[in-house]
């Protein structure tokens, strides 16, 4: 193995992905995979993550799918406990469940503004608190936040208050958890998509009009496809990215450049 391969190797490292269950999580999963991690697969729905092991288990790697909702803290222990369990260890959390609500902010409602705070951020922290628990006790880690060019730029033409809110949020505590944790080696990063197709997209994907908005705004001319998101991840989980914590890196057609 080249010293390069070894940078970027994550062989026996475990590596926990949350809303593994469909879009880009899966993706997320399939890299880490890929490049040798072993992995805990988690969301709502289990049978979705039960197949996806099934994939990666015949790639080679070590698959543990478990039903987590990330808003519920005790979940997300019981998660961190059969991580342990199963693997003895934690190298990677990919924080990336997520949803959103795409309505003016002057009829959000109560109920779904807290919904999408609830999942984005509530879960998000609940998550990187829990496992970096476990980082910090072993003095090593990596944790990635899925957060979004609209955590770094409002959104406007797609309405979503809440949406943009959380995210924002999930860049600023990035850089909070990094600076707190960095002496005690575990490193805390995000990642700020621009648009890829998933079942949170799959509407705007399918609208010839959206499309050519959304063509005509980014600067690349067009949306991500899901493997251009492997690169950052693996650079992030990976000793790659030693010295880097604190960061978001916008994967995003040059989106928040302009
Ligand atoms: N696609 C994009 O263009 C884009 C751009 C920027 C950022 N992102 C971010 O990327 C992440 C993934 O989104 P996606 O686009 O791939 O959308 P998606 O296909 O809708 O996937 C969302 C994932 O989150 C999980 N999830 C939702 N609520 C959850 C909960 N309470 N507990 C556990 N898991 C939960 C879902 O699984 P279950 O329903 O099975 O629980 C699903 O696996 C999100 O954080 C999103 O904000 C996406």
Known sequence: MSAVEELFGLTGR?????????????????????????????????????????????????????????????????????????????????NNAGITEVVPAENESDEAFLRVLNVNLNGTFYCAQRFGRAMLEAGQGSIINIASIFGMVGSGSIPQASYVASKGAVVNMTRELAAQWARRGVRVNAIAPGFFLSEMTENMFSDERSMSWLRKKTPAGRPGEVEELYGAAIFLASDASSYVTGQTIAVDGGWTAI
Request: charged share 25%; aromatic share 2%; hydrophobic share 55%.
């Open 14 to 94: 475990v590596a926990v992905v949350t809303g593994a269950s469909s879009g880009i999580g899966v993706g997320f999963a399939r890299a880490l995979a890929q490049a040798g991690a072993n992995l805990v697969l988690a969301a709502r729905r289990v049978d979705r993550l039960e197949a996806l092991a099934v994939e990666l288990a015949e790639a080679g790697a070590e698959v543990l799918p478990m039903a987590c909702d990330v808003t519920d803290a005790k979940q997300v222990e019981a998660l961190k406990d059969a991580c342990l369990e199963r693997f003895g260890r934690v190298d990677i959390l990919v």
